[in-house]
């Protein structure tokens, strides 16, 4: 009888181990997924495709805004991102770029705060070109050399908030696997 009792506790024990197993395996996949993103260099002027978006970028010196306490050793620069729907299923897409970042050839980085501009929440045109822009302020000595890279989300509007927590959605199993760097000379 206590063999039976201690085979029922062993498996029973078994059974919670592999369920909470698979739970941190999902887990894991969803908080860490896309954690070591495509690493894609894109030439100035250039643009590249991802997700059916063509995204282009610019980074530019700025003049400081009327209240700027910073001295000649900031420069503010005009970040200007441009993205193209050219797939209609890519459509729904709207999501702004996330960790948008301008780097140095050290490996400094400094944040990009956006512009509030107008854009479609639920659906993009396709072939319609729609400008993202931005602002940063750097050292005036790495002015020049600063490149801007950022991730493409792969947010669809059109996903019901429910599949965003279920295991087999699609929402789920799409990553932003990609991090565009865009080159400046």
Not at 18 to 33: I, K, L
Request: glycine letters at 6%; zero cysteines; a negative charge.
């Amino acid at each position: 009888m206590v063999l039976v009792a201690a085979g029922a506790v062993v498996a029973s024990l078994l059974a919670t181990a592999a369920q909470g197993f698979d739970g941190y395996q999902f887990y894991e996949s969803v908080t860490t997924r896309g954690l070591y993103p495509k690493q894609v260099t894109v030439p100035a002027g250039g643009s590249y495709e991802v997700y059916g978006i063509e995204w282009k970028a610019a980074v530019a010196p700025t003049d400081p805004p009327e209240d700027n306490k910073h001295g000649p050793e900031v420069t503010y620069l005009a970040i200007d991102v441009r993205q193209k729907v050219v797939d209609e299923d890519s459509a729904p897409m709207t999501a702004l770029p996330t960790e948008l970042k301008l780097t140095d050839r050290a490996g400094r980085s400094w944040a990009v705060d956006w512009v509030p501009g107008e854009r479609p929440t639920d659906r993009l045109v396709v072939g319609k070109e729609y400008r993202v822009e931005g602002v940063a302020k750097v050292p005036t000595p790495v002015k020049d050399e600063v490149e801007l890279s950022f991730r493409p989300s792969s947010y669809r509007s059109d996903t019901p908030t429910e599949d965003l927590f279920k295991r087999d959605s699609e929402a789920v199993s799409i990553d932003n696997l990609f991090e565009l760097t865009f080159k400046r000379r």
